[in-house]
Nanobody, 124 residues
């Protein structure tokens, strides 16, 4: 089992920045690819970003490319999502996810483990 706990959400004005964190416990963190998803009210959950176990390769949804950066610190068992130039359409609950296969994250197939989510609200 892997337990994931997100933090760092909040209310920010358009154009602002937030950094989300996801702390993992349980099985070896470095053995898992990690990802971020989001779900806006009335919409399906969507892929945002993912990072391979080594941290060398990263993947992004087109809607966040150039604005969001995913990173990980395997020594701290934590994955981050730095969000810059935020837009009102980025408003959503953001979820951290873990899977042995990064492809299950990037293609939106149900990852093995999910966090409980953290709310991000961007005001115009």
């Amino acid at each position: 089992q892997v337990q994931l706990v997100e933090s760092g959400g909040g209310l920010v004005q358009a154009g602002g920045s937030l950094r989300l964190s996801c702390a993992a416990s349980g099985r070896t963190f470095s053995g898992y690819a990690m990802g971020w998803f989001r779900q806006a009210p009335g919409k399906e959950r969507e892929f945002v970003a993912a990072i391979r176990r080594s941290g060398i390769s990263t993947y992004y949804a087109d809607s966040v490319k150039g604005r969001f950066t995913i990173s990980r610190d395997n020594a701290k068992n934590t994955v981050y999502l730095q969000m810059n130039s935020l837009k009102p359409e980025d408003t959503a609950v953001y979820y951290c996810a873990a899977d042995l296969n990064v492809g299950r994250l990037t293609t939106g197939r149900d990852p093995d483990y999910w966090g409980q989510g953290t709310q991000v609200t961007v005001s115009s």
